[in-house]
């Protein structure tokens, strides 16, 4: 008889607490950081930037400053790392004018109460803060063209910029590779003709554009090719542990310092997966359990662990609902996953439309495995109109997957998804 595991899975602020017989079970092990705060890591990273002068060079003789900062989908401790760039900018140059642009990509604005509760009370009182929209092209300027044809327009703000430097974290993509680094730019501030190009169905499909992938990945090939047009000359980015405190820091050139940053992740968070009858994931809790969007993250990392015809099994809040009402209807009205994957993979990068790229990757994986959402009951309906199933507990979903299964299902949990990189055995 197989063992019983107690398994505790983020969930929104809190936790679903629960036991099952998995037979593995897979986590990242990045350590935390000894006792070290965050704003010391940022410190001592800053201290000895990879492949740059100091911050407080690169500021000296500049008149405009942007430091590009994350949106409310990503949890990254700005409050660790703004008040070292800041001071360091100002050390190298008093007079510098300094403006933060949030990177909000094609997601909606961020609201006062949620940049307050990112920056703290006195950066948000202090400093000049503006709000990235891609949807205004009144707000961005064209820099010319990327190596796949798409092209290149970003926030007017950060183009007018002497220097542009950006915050981060870094953690496993589930199509860019990695976040941090180069996307503080794209699809951060670009408009949304840049980051329709950058996430097209060729793109989407191609092998490389997975999770943990850099070299070889077209997405990432035009990112790094905009943030060097965009003139991004300096980045700090952090690694986070379980318990989404900062880990360690990394700082200087934008290319650099987020591969030290991801080669360092990788030897952590890489796991090796038997191929699984039933896999049980998150996303990781809040703020990426956000919505039903946001969750096809972690649906990849289970792809990556079942066997084809496996049965995945995600838990989220999903507490802002969608997320997006052209991914919406694309799953609701759609013939079949086959039909709507097969339609994006023929769509033309110039006919891009919002949101494509997830439902692609969801149809991908709803060719291959059935889906059960555990979440919010007023959730049920959506769900289930875009062609998922509901269980209001993980024990429910578990009963509904195993009636699929003559023999007893191998079962494996990985219980926050967006944090490793699945490679099967």
Same mark, same amino acid.
């Given at each position: 008889?197989?063992?019983?595991?107690?398994?505790?899975?983020? @969930?929104?602020?809190?936790?679903?607490?629960?036991?099952? $017989?998995?037979?593995?079970?897979? #986590?990242?092990?990045?350590?935390?950081?000894? +006792?070290?705060?965050?704003?010391?890591?940022?410190?001592?990273?800053?201290?000895?930037?990879?492949?740059?002068?100091?911050?407080?060079?690169?500021?000296?003789?500049?008149?405009?400053?942007?430091?590009?900062?994350?949106?409310?989908?990503?949890?990254?401790?700005?409050?660790?790392?703004?008040?070292?760039?800041?001071?360091?900018?100002?050390?190298?140059?008093?007079?510098?004018?300094?403006?933060?642009?949030?990177?909000?990509?094609?997601?909606?604005?961020?609201?006062?109460?949620?940049?307050?509760?990112?920056? +703290?009370?006195?950066?948000?009182?202090?400093? $000049?803060?503006?709000?990235?929209? *891609?949807?205004?092209?009144?707000?961005?300027?064209?820099?010319?063209?990327?190596?796949?044809?798409?092209?290149?327009?970003?926030?007017?703000?950060?183009?007018?910029?002497?220097?542009?430097?950006?915050?981060?974290?870094?953690?496993?993509?589930?199509?860019?590779?990695?976040?941090?680094?180069?996307?503080?730019?794209?699809?951060?501030?670009?408009?949304?003709?840049?980051?329709?190009?950058?996430?097209?169905?060729?793109?989407?499909?191609?092998?490389?554009?997975?999770?943990?992938?850099?070299?070889?990945?077209?997405?990432?090939?035009?990112?790094?090719?905009?943030?060097?047009? *965009?003139?991004?000359? @300096?980045?700090?980015?952090?690694?986070?542990?379980?318990?989404?405190?900062?880990?360690?820091?990394?700082?200087?050139?934008?290319?650099?310092?987020?591969?030290?940053? #991801?080669?360092?992740?990788?030897?952590?968070?890489?796991?090796?997966?038997?191929?699984?009858?039933?896999?049980?994931? #998150?996303?990781?809790?809040?703020?990426?359990?956000?919505?039903? @969007?946001?969750?096809?993250?972690?649906?990849?990392? *289970?792809?990556?662990?079942?066997?084809?015809?496996?049965?995945?099994?995600?838990?989220?809040?999903?507490?802002? +609902?969608?997320?997006?009402?052209?991914?919406?209807?694309?799953?609701?009205?759609?013939?079949?996953?086959?039909?709507?994957?097969?339609?994006?993979?023929?769509?033309?990068?110039?006919?891009?439309?919002?949101?494509?790229?997830?439902?692609?990757?969801?149809?991908?994986?709803?060719?291959?495995?059935?889906?059960?959402?555990? #979440?919010?009951?007023?959730?049920?309906?959506?769900? $289930?109109?875009?062609?998922?199933?509901?269980?209001?507990?993980?024990?429910?979903?578990?009963?509904?997957?195993?009636?699929?299964?003559?023999?007893?299902?191998?079962?494996?949990?990985?219980?926050? +998804?967006?944090?490793?990189?699945?490679?099967?055995?």
């Amino acid at each position: 008889m197989k063992k019983l595991n107690k398994i505790c899975l983020p @969930y929104g602020q809190g936790q679903i607490l629960f036991e099952a $017989e998995a037979d593995q079970i897979l #986590t990242s092990r990045v350590p935390s950081s000894g +006792g070290k705060n965050g704003e010391a890591l940022v410190r001592e990273a800053m201290a000895r930037p990879t492949d740059s002068p100091r911050l407080r060079e690169l500021a000296a003789g500049k008149k405009k400053a942007v430091i590009i900062i994350s949106d409310h989908t990503r949890p990254v401790p700005s409050r660790d790392i703004l008040p070292a760039m800041l001071r360091e900018m100002r050390e190298g140059n008093p007079e510098i004018e300094i403006r933060l642009l949030a990177a909000t990509g094609c997601h909606r604005a961020m609201t006062a109460e949620e940049l307050r509760e990112k920056l +703290g009370d006195e950066i948000m009182e202090r400093e $000049e803060i503006l709000i990235h929209d *891609a949807f205004d092209p009144e707000r961005n300027v064209r820099l010319g063209t990327l190596p796949s044809g798409a092209e290149l327009v970003i926030d007017k703000a950060a183009a007018e910029a002497d220097l542009l430097a950006a915050e981060g974290f870094i953690e496993p993509h589930f199509f860019a590779g990695f976040s941090g680094g180069r996307k503080s730019v794209l699809p951060g501030i670009c408009d949304r003709v840049t980051v329709l190009g950058n996430h097209c169905g060729a793109f989407i499909a191609d092998p490389h554009a997975r999770t943990g992938i850099l070299e070889g990945n077209p997405i990432q090939t035009d990112m790094a090719a905009a943030a060097r047009m *965009a003139g991004l000359a @300096y980045i700090v980015n952090v690694v986070l542990d379980e318990k989404k405190q900062t880990a360690a820091a990394f700082a200087g050139d934008p290319l650099a310092a987020h591969e030290a940053g #991801t080669a360092y992740l990788s030897s952590f968070c890489k796991v090796w997966a038997e191929p699984a009858d039933i896999v049980i994931t #998150t996303n990781g809790g809040a703020p990426l359990d956000q919505n039903l @969007y946001q969750c096809v993250k972690g649906m990849t990392a *289970a792809e990556a662990a079942a066997r084809e015809g496996g049965v995945i099994i995600l838990c989220a809040e999903m507490a802002d +609902g969608i997320g997006g009402e052209s991914f919406y209807r694309s799953l609701r009205d759609c013939e079949s996953p086959r039909a709507l994957y097969e339609q994006y993979c023929a769509t033309p990068q110039q006919e891009t439309i919002a949101d494509q790229w997830q439902s692609q990757i969801l149809a991908r994986i709803l060719m291959k495995h059935r889906v059960i959402l555990v #979440t919010r009951p007023a959730m049920k309906a959506v769900v $289930e109109s875009m062609k998922m199933e509901y269980a209001p507990t993980v024990e429910e979903a578990l009963d509904l997957a195993k009636k699929a299964f003559e023999k007893t299902p191998r079962i494996c949990v990985i219980p926050d +998804g967006v944090s490793v990189i699945v490679e099967k055995r």
